[in-house]
T-cell receptor, first 111, second 114 residues
Framework: QKEVEQNSGPLSVPEGAIASLNCTYS??????FFWYRQYSGKSPELIMS????GDKEDGRFTAQLNKASQYVSLLIRDSQPSDSATYLC???????????FGKGTRLHILP | GAGVSQSPRYKVAKRGQDVALRCDPI?????LFWYQQALGQGPEFLTY????????KSGLPSDRFFAERPEGSVSTLKIQRTQQEDSAVYLC????????????FGNGTRLTVT
């Protein structure tokens, strides 16, 4: 089982709708969870970090964490064409500070 | 500088050549990570440092790969006798190193082995 799993997509969402991106992880000791956005040909940029169970909101973005289910998600409200990108889920190792990435989900916002 | 700086931005090497990729992290960042990203894939962990100590090198694909950070700042990833399968983008990222601090990435080095 991969340490961090994401559906590769593409996920197509109409402009203005809510995009929901999901990620599961295998290490129960993980404490830090991150969502990065990566445009084609660019490097990843941090969108959200979350450390506690529940929801964390930042503008149009909401990160949700459920440690019991080993599940973290990202919701994007009022999706815009500029949100079209690959979204990477990253999790730290419970044993050390190593940060592992999923393969990413390609999101396509339909105008 | 304000961000993580990587050089060169692009590197073309003939199979069998040695290459050295440089990363200059954000000033004050204790942790430094190297990742390899193939087209259409997520970043794959290679190795990471806290200051000058290499704490984990479990992701290095073979003994042809070597990384160092001798003074706890600039890091170099060296690949000896490059092979075509080494072609990828090599990403460097740094963080404050505090528990849970996020990574900040450089622009990457795109390596093409011909």
């Amino acid at each position: 089982q991969k340490e961090v799993e994401q559906n590769s997509g593409p996920l197509s969402v109409p402009e203005g709708a809510i995009a929901s991106l999901n990620c599961t992880y295998s290490d129960r000791g993980s404490q830090s969870f991150f969502w990065y956005r990566q445009y084609s040909g660019k490097s990843p940029e941090l969108i959200m970090s979350i450390y506690s169970n529940g929801d964390k909101e930042d503008g149009r973005f909401t990160a949700q964490l459920n440690k019991a289910s080993q599940y973290v998600s990202l919701l994007i409200r009022d999706s815009q064409p500029s949100d079209s990108a690959t979204y990477l889920c990253a999790v730290n190792s419970g044993r050390d500070d190593k940060i592992i990435f999923g393969k990413g989900t390609r999101l396509h916002i339909l105008p | 500088g304000a961000g993580v700086s990587q050089s060169p931005r692009y590197k073309v090497a003939k199979r069998g050549q040695d290459v050295a990729l440089r990363c200059d992290p954000i000033s004050g960042h204790v942790s430094l990570f190297w990742y390899q990203q193939a087209l259409g894939q997520g970043p794959e962990f290679l190795t990471y440092f806290q200051n000058e100590a290499q704490l984990d090198k479990s992701g290095l694909p073979s003994d042809r790969f070597f990384a160092e950070r001798p003074e706890g700042s600039v890091s170099t990833l060296k690949i000896q006798r490059t092979q075509q399968e080494d072609s990828a983008v090599y990403l460097c990222a740094s963080s404050f190193g505090l528990d849970g601090s996020p990574l900040h990435f450089g622009n990457g080095t795109r390596l093409t082995v011909t």
